[in-house]
């Protein structure tokens, strides 16, 4: 049995349903559907989870709302009545709209309920369409798929119980369509899950039911070596681990939610991440372990928005918990960092500047009070690279490779760090040499071969 989950690309309109339809029908196994709200149809669209998040907003700070309002009924009527399905269904999402602002909760519980109507909706709206293609399906709330979520600071956590709720729909017929990106607490509060979050819904579905593949679909072939933005048709990647889809999605490669690999991970379970405008097209299969091939490179991902804050003192080696100390500032600031690079007498903290914020300056003059430092300097502008490949470990000469074609592209390396792991190698360079490094890099490490 098989879990599809379905991006908001692939159900931006009634043609993208007609597609998907088509893909679970192609395929017996695909009985598990976890469905995104209606995506953009064009780059200058409107994702109908953005409009209910307006909506929503405006609603409730007694703005002008009603366009919205329009926008997201206009969405969902014209899809409807393009698939021909009764009209009725769109008198029960209006009327959801409308239950859902006048429910007297605080803001934020308040929002979440608006939120999930896409996703909500897709799945009403996508089980009544199998249905009239005659096809055995029905609609699955998160709350009887046993998706079982508990309120935390940092969010909604899926909770221990849900896995052996989950597993019991692998007994109930036909095909299940479950809306992805909301669950309730035991005591009925629902919840979303953060931005992008239907990927989550679709791992946890897919770890509960022990699914033989989770499959995602989405608006591209597969996840490419490169970002194609830097690199022009770069190669595509057909089989990657975990391990390599984590090191290249912190560095940018944004085709999967952060979390939403952990449950799928956790169990075992094979994802492919494949194009619902493309299905025939082999897609790029994630999986725990692989065998080691030739090419041990097998992505190189890049992102910007770094700064980081040097610390040199003389003996430094030896000041017990120094390193200790200086990380302690950067927690009680409340930011988060990177990566620490160190050397005998000095140590690099690298962090987002999205966390480093207006901290900046707070934060040098503690590090100055507090440690008394011979240099504390900052710098910005940096960017990461990492070059990805599980294989690297068994390979001699791999960083000279990259170091070399970072020297042929004329790019100062600030940063060196490869973990013990030897999952990835990253250099820190100057945002300015990203695009020749990039390219540097794919030249050496996907042309040669
Ligand atoms: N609709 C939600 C969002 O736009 C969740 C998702 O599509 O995965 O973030």
Known sequence: MKVAKFGGTSLADANQFKKVADIIKADEERKFIVVSAPGKRHEHDFKITDLLIRLGEAY?????????????????????????????????????????????????????????????????????????????????????????????PTGAKLSDKSYDRIYQLRDRGGILVIPGFFGYTEDGKLLTFSRGGSDITGAIVAAGVKASLYENFTDVDSVYTVNPKI??????????????????????????????????????????????????????????????????????????????????KFLMNREL???????????????????????????????????????????????KNELHPDTVAVHHNLALIMVVGEGMKETIGMAQRATTALGEAKVNIEMINQGSSEVSMMFGIKANDLHRAIKSLYREFFEQE
Request: charged share 30%; net charge negative.
């Open 321 to 367: 918990g120094f390193g200790r100390k200086l990380l302690q500032i950067f927690e009680e600031e409340g930011v988060s960092f990177e990566h620490v690079p160190s050397g005998i007498d000095e140590m690099t903290v690298i962090v987002r500047d999205s966390q480093l914020g207006d901290k900046e300056e707070r934060i040098v003059e503690r590090i």
């Open 60 to 152: 409730v700070k007694e703005e002008k709302y009603k366009s919205y309002y329009i926008t997201i009924v206009d969405r969902f009527s014209q899809i409807i009545n393009d698939l021909e399905l009764d009209e009725s269904l769109m008198n029960e999402i209006e009327d959801r709209i409308k239950q859902v602002m006048e429910l007297d909760l605080e803001f934020n519980e308040k929002l979440d309920h608006f939120k999930a109507i896409g996703e909500d909706s897709s799945a009403k709206i996508l089980s009544q369409y199998l249905q009239k293609l005659g096809l055995e399906a029905s609609y699955v709330n998160p709350k009887d798929a046993g998706i079982l979520l508990e309120d935390t």
């Open 231 to 312: 690199v022009e048709n770069p190669k595509p990647i057909e089989l990657l681990t975990y391990r390599e889809m984590r090191e290249l999605s912190y560095a940018g490669f944004s085709v999967f939610h952060d979390e939403a690999l952990i449950p799928a991970f956790k169990a075992n379970i094979p994802v492919e991440i494949k194009n619902t405008n493309n299905p025939l097209k082999k897609g790029t299969l994630i999986v725990s372990n692989k065998k080691p091939n030739d090419n041990c490179v097998v992505g190189i991902a890049s992102d910007t928005g770094f700064s980081s804050i040097y610390v040199s």
